[in-house]
């Protein structure tokens, strides 16, 4: 399915995603404060069969729209054709998911996923002068990884007249081990809210 489609919007409902995994646990692999808060929202989502709405800014709508011209240029610098995915779960009990912007199978000798990030200039210059991936989709990454069972996985950012940033990054099984083991005891918990939210009527 088309990924911001209203189809793919309701499949998300409810459900935690990869680029919300920094609301379940840290970078250490501990269970984070936002935990609560998020569970919340996805308990409403599925009551209620809504997707929460979030705010869009002008830059995050430009973001968007320039995904096709960022997703053209890893594939020109990296030699390799991106096929587009809709939602990837990890097995059919669908207990979590991503939707990466795109998967890299076809002629490579291994599998990888593409996370782009398209960002402001100034934002450019920062991720270029640290040269490695920000911290804030650490989680994102790595959970991809998890829910495909990939060893690597490519980061972009990309912002017209500089540079772009593309940074290799490699499976941290210790973490995500971790990780596995917060998001299926976050995944119990909010199964017994939806129960309990369900017998309250």
């Known amino acids: 399915m088309p990924q911001r489609s209203e189809e793919w919007f309701l499949e998300r409902c409810g459900n935690p995603g990869a680029s919300n995994f920094n ?12 935990g609560v808060g998020y569970m ?6 599925a009551i209620t069969g809504k997707h929460e709405e979030t705010y869009t800014s002008k830059n995050m709508k430009e973001g968007i729209e320039r995904e096709p011209e960022c997703r053209c240029l890893y594939e020109f610098i990296a030699d390799v054709a991106v096929e587009e995915v809709g939602i990837i779960y990890p097995d059919e009990d669908k207990k979590y998911h991503c939707s990466p912007d795109g998967l890299i199978i076809n002629g490579v000798a291994k599998p990888r ?4 990030k398209n960002v402001i200039p100034k934002t450019q210059v920062e991720y270029l002068l640290a040269n490695r991936v920000p911290p804030v989709y650490y989680q994102q990454i790595q959970g991809s990884m998890l829910i495909t069972g990939f060893d690597e996985w490519d ?3 990309y912002s017209p007249g500089l540079p772009p940033l593309i940074i290799s990054v490699k499976r941290d099984r210790q973490f995500i081990k971790k990780l ?3 998001l299926n005891k ?3 918990a909010l199964s017994a809210m ?3 939210l369900k017998e309250i009527n």
Do not use: C, N, R, W
Not at 23 to 34: A, C, H, L, Y
């Open 113 to 116: 996923g593409l996370e782009m």
């Open 155 to 157: 980061f972009m950012s």
């Open 180 to 182: 596995k083991d917060e």
């Open 40 to 45: 919340h929202q996805l308990a409403a989502e």
């Open 23 to 34: 609301k379940i646990v840290t970078m250490k692999g501990e269970p984070s404060k936002q």
């Open 186 to 188: 976050f995944v119990y």
């Open 194 to 196: 939806i129960k309990e």
